[in-house]
């Protein structure tokens, strides 16, 4: 068969049934008949921080392999298939389980661009796989996760909704923060997270390790459900503002259908949690930002607790990345700058005037 015609088919195939488990234990086994010269295809699913064996055909394979280990991840990470010619070359497989002579390793994605898992191919030959199986293996995966992942019906999204959605955001615009800009007006929470996702993009060269796109879809939503509760600066916030705040978003959420609403929900709980580096590194620059925008400002906007705050704000966070530890360093130099400037003109936080 053509590349064409084996697609075609394997649509059809998955074309039968709506079950998970099903849609991919058919796939595996239609590949590994239609394709020659293979010992093992199989899926491999994000789950709980590692990546979880499903559907194979072929050699036993490693259950579970955790966050960061071998040829599976590093094709997840760099959003690129691998191809193994002589995996003898490799020393450690890196996947707990021994590998093929060659093999292929395929990410795999939502329609709504989320990373789902890896799908792995190997051969009992050197040298097996051509360029037109890599195309045929990552179309094929795509055709799997477009079945897994596809809307229900009844839940795309509608104009009516786009708009409605698109219109709590908008409040956003003139939603104030507590820190002002360098030209004397309000900041406002639209422009806060433009501008870290604006950092997170600029930094993605710096960071090839991290997932910038993700990084910079968190950067772009932290804020959301401030559209609904308003800001709350982060000293004043209390637990019950939080609560709040959770209870607010996930109903604003749900205003959205299907892959939308699952992709936040996603998103929110891996911002919630920080236990990912994409997680860590969003969270660093949102406080980042905000000691920048703060040495932005004229000092006479700061209250006393920001004199301190601006020191010390993000210090920890950041030295967790070396290339943000070095801008936080430059970053203290200007707020030194600035508060001693402040101090000469008699703007401190001791003039009773300004800060009693």
């Known amino acids: 068969m053509t590349q064409r015609e084996t697609l075609s088919a394997l649509k059809a195939l998955l074309d039968r049934t709506d079950d998970r488990v099903a849609t991919m234990a058919n796939a595996a086994a239609f590949l590994s008949d239609a394709v020659p010269g293979l010992d093992r295809v199989g899926f491999y699913l994000l789950s709980g921080g590692a990546l979880v064996l499903g559907p194979f055909i072929g050699k036993p394979a490693e259950p579970r392999i955790p966050e960061d280990d071998g040829l599976l991840w590093a094709t997840l990470k760099a959003k690129r298939l691998f191809s193994i010619p002589d995996t003898a070359e490799l020393g450690e497989s890196g996947t707990g389980d021994a590998l093929s002579v060659a093999e292929l390793a395929v990410p795999l994605w939502a329609p709504c661009g989320e990373a789902r898992g890896v799908l792995r191919i190997g051969s009992p030959e050197k040298d097996r796989f051509t360029a037109e199986d890599e195309d045929l293996f990552t179309a094929a995966g795509a055709l799997v996760m477009e079945k897994l992942y596809a809307e229900p019906k009844g839940e795309r999204m509608d104009p009516r909704t786009f708009l409605d959605y698109l219109s709590v955001c908008e409040r956003l615009k003139s939603e104030p923060r507590h820190c002002f800009t360098a030209g004397g007006i309000r900041e406002y929470v639209a422009g806060h997270s433009w501008r870290i996702a604006l950092m997170a993009m600029l930094l993605a060269?710096?960071?090839?390790?991290?997932?910038?796109?993700?990084?910079?879809?968190?950067?772009?939503?932290?804020?959301?459900?401030?559209?609904?509760?308003?800001?709350?600066?982060?000293?004043?916030?209390?637990?019950?503002?939080?609560?709040?705040?959770?209870?607010?978003?996930?109903?604003?959420?749900?205003?959205?259908?299907?892959?939308?609403?699952?992709?936040?929900?996603?998103?929110?709980?891996?911002?919630?949690?920080?236990?990912?580096?994409?997680?860590?590194?969003?969270?660093?620059?949102?406080?980042?930002?905000?000691?920048?925008?703060?040495?932005?400002?004229?000092?006479?906007?700061?209250?006393?607790?920001?004199?301190?705050?601006?020191?010390?704000?993000?210090?920890?966070?950041?030295?967790?990345?070396?290339?943000?530890k070095a801008l936080r360093d430059e970053m203290l130099k200007d707020t030194e700058q600035k508060i001693a400037e402040a101090e000469a003109a008699n703007l401190s936080p001791a003039n009773d005037a300004l800060f009693g």
Request: proline share 5%; hydrophobic share 40%.
């Open 205 to 324: 060269p710096e960071f090839p390790e991290l997932d910038m796109d993700r990084v910079v879809r968190m950067c772009l939503i932290h804020d959301l459900g401030e559209a609904v509760t308003g800001d709350i600066p982060t000293f004043c916030k209390t637990a019950a503002d939080e609560a709040f705040e959770q209870r607010k978003l996930a109903e604003f959420t749900d205003m959205l259908p299907g892959d939308q609403n699952r992709m936040l929900k996603t998103l929110f709980a891996e911002m919630d949690a920080l236990k990912t580096p994409e997680a860590r590194f969003y969270k660093c620059l949102d406080k980042l930002e905000a000691v920048i925008q703060h040495n932005e400002s004229d000092t006479a906007t700061w209250t006393a607790i920001e004199y301190e705050l601006n020191r010390h704000y993000a210090v920890k966070e950041a030295a967790a990345f070396p290339w943000l």
